[in-house]
């Protein structure tokens, strides 16, 4: 299986996941690119999915449906199968709460599409104020091999490395990651993520030693998560 990633919007990405003769669409907002991409690549387009329903994600979705005939999954039905199968295989599929009730992240073949629970340099937004739930979601992406290629749902990366720079200023990591940033090719690495996304260094000493500074709480995990979620 394989990924294309498609710009729509400000900022948005959508993909496609696809094998030799089927594809899946994720939060498809760049419908004219996707049809084109899977015409010419003689693909079926069989799912439409999302990662979570905010309205920029979806804006796709009935577009697609109609041109192709492609069947609608909701993000709490794909959790509740565990996965959306794909000529044979299964694209892993994992209930991911927090930025919204109903995030979930699609797994293939070492690659994660995580939609809005996390960027490329900052977790996603806690929109259901629910900390706890964010950080236990966000644990459990870091539970992949360090190599997992994360595709996220916007890009903001030029933003999330100056806010990365306000939290820690002498991180080398974060300029070394901007010089590898390619707008037409939205990814990282679970280990590009440890080293330059202040939100994933909780952990980390010299994270928690900033936190310190500024006088926010860092007795356990979840403190020092909320306090840094709280500077960015
Ligand atoms: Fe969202």
Redesign the pocket.
């Known amino acids: 299986m394989n990924i294309q990633q498609f710009r729509y919007g400000a900022d948005n990405l959508a993909y496609v996941i696809y094998g030799n003769k089927e594809a899946v669409a994720v939060d498809p907002g760049a419908v004219n690119d996707i049809l084109s991409f899977v015409r010419d690549r003689g693909l079926s387009l069989e799912y439409v999915v999302n ?2 329903t ?1 309205p ?2 979806t804006t796709g979705n009935q577009k697609l449906m109609d041109k192709t005939g492609a069947e609608y999954i909701e993000p709490k039905q794909l959790a509740q199968n565990q996965g959306l199968p794909l000529e044979g295989e299964t694209i892993k599929v994992y209930a991911t709460p927090g ?2 009730r109903d ?1 979930v992240v699609f797994h293939f073949n070492g690659a994660l599409v995580t ?2 629970t996390l960027f490329v340099g900052k977790a ?2 806690c ?1 259901t104020g629910d900390f706890n739930a964010l950080l236990e979601s966000l644990k459990f992406l870091m539970s992949f091999p360090e190599d997992t290629v994360i595709y996220p ?2 890009d903001y990366v030029e933003e999330y490395m100056d806010t990365a720079k306000t939290v820690e200023p002498d991180n080398p990591a974060i300029n070394d990651f901007l010089k590898k940033y390619f707008p037409d090719h939205v990814v990282s690495t679970l280990a590009d993520e440890y080293q330059m996304n202040p939100t994933l260094r909780f952990n980390r000493p010299e994270l928690i030693e900033k936190l310190k500074e500024r006088g926010l709480s860092v007795e356990t995990e979840l403190d020092r998560f909320r306090s840094v979620m709280w500077i960015v």
Do not use: V
Request: glycine content about 20%; overall charge negative.
């Open positions: 990662t979570h905010h920029d994600h930025h919204t995030s939609g809005d996603g937004k929109m749902g916007h």
